[in-house]
């Protein structure tokens, strides 16, 4: 698990990543070497996701439910954790308080 909890010599995208009508938003960070993360804040509701790079989701607080690809069961989160989604796929969240996240791209 990574729950890094600062980011050190990062560039800040200064615009926002804005999805569902402003209920999920992130901004993008680029760290020293290069490699690309998103922090971001979902407020409760429900959303659908796809991805293109393979992702580790690191939730640091806030309860959610999430619908891995290819699961049949929900991921109930209540605490920090991480999980992970593979490339070109979907994933749903049910989100039940406001949660942040960090979002890490994977090669």
């Known amino acids: 698990m990574s729950q890094e909890l600062e980011f050190q010599n990062v560039s800040v995208a200064r615009e926002a990543n804005v999805y569902f009508d402003g209920k999920v938003t992130s901004r993008t960070i680029v760290l020293a070497d290069g490699s690309q993360k998103t922090l971001g804040v979902m407020l409760p ?9 393979a992702e580790e989701m690191d939730i640091s607080s806030g309860e959610l439910d999430v ?3 290819g699961a049949d ?6 605490q920090a954790h991480v999980f ?8 749903k969240v049910r989100v039940l308080s406001i949660t942040h996240y960090c979002c890490t791209y994977l090669s």
């Open 45 to 53: 509701g429900e959303y659908e996701f796809g991805t293109q790079a």
């Open 67 to 69: 619908l891995l690809p």
């Open 73 to 78: 069961d929900w991921l109930s989160i209540r």
């Open 84 to 91: 992970h989604v593979p490339a070109e796929a979907s994933f």
